[in-house]
Every structure is written in structure tokens, then in C-alpha cells.
């Protein structure tokens, strides 16, 4: 069984940083792609940044030029380096990992609040 944990999560003024890491119970060599979803309140869940295992990576536009995805594959570890946080970052933030082939397998962990704010 694939086990995701986030971790990081807090309380943080506005144009603070913040780092987030997601641990795998298994080897994320074997995922195409790790990412970050999140959550706001009385939003829907949103695509934050991925990183695919062929050293691709993609980010909302939203967070682009603050955030950063960083894949430990030697650790089964993904993180999310958060810098200059808004108060609209502010949402439950979710680890996510896809796997294609043989057949498409989706993972997700139990979230991580984040929270910017004075």
C-alpha cells in the first residue's frame, strides 16, 4: 500500500516562507509524476506544481516565481519551497503521485494546513 505524508504546514505572516514535505512509503522512482494540489476555503482543490520523473516541471500561475517542487527520488521525498507567501496561498495543501503504466494509479495524502496571515 502506497502511504503519502505531508508535512510543513503552519501558520505564516504574509511574505513569509514556508517548506512542505510529502514522504512516500515506497520508492517515487516508480511514479511519473509527483505534485502539490491545494485547497482553499470554499474552493475547489487546484493544481499548485508537478514534477515529473523525467525532470519536468510545472507550476500554477498563481505561484510561479515563489514556489518551487524539489523531487528526492534517493529519499522518497517531494517538497514545496513557498516563498513570499500571500494570504491567498492559504489553503489545505494535498501530495499527490500518478502512476501510468501498467495502468494508471493515483495517490493522495492527508493534507497540511497552511495558513498566511498576520
Known amino acids: 500500500q502506497v502511504q503519502l505524508v505531508e508535512s510543513g504546514g503552519g501558520l505564516v505572516q504574509p511574505g513569509g516562507s514556508l517548506r512542505l514535505s510529502c514522504a512516500a512509503s515506497?520508492?517515487?522512482?516508480?511514479?511519473?509524476?509527483m505534485g502539490w494540489y491545494r485547497q482553499g476555503p470554499g474552493k475547489e482543490r487546484e493544481l499548485v506544481a508537478t514534477f515529473t520523473n523525467g525532470g519536468r516541471t510545472n507550476y500554477a500561475d498563481s505561484v510561479k516565481g515563489r514556489f518551487t517542487i524539489i523531487r528526492d527520488n534517493a529519499n522518497n521525498t517531494v517538497y514545496l519551497q513557498m516563498n513570499s507567501l500571500k494570504p491567498e496561498d492559504t489553503a489545505v495543501y494535498f501530495c499527490n503521485a500518478v502512476r501510468f503504466y501498467p495502468r494508471r494509479l493515483d495517490y493522495w495524502g492527508q493534507g497540511t494546513q497552511v495558513t498566511v496571515s498576520l
Open positions: 515506497v520508492s517515487i522512482f516508480g511514479f511519473n509524476v
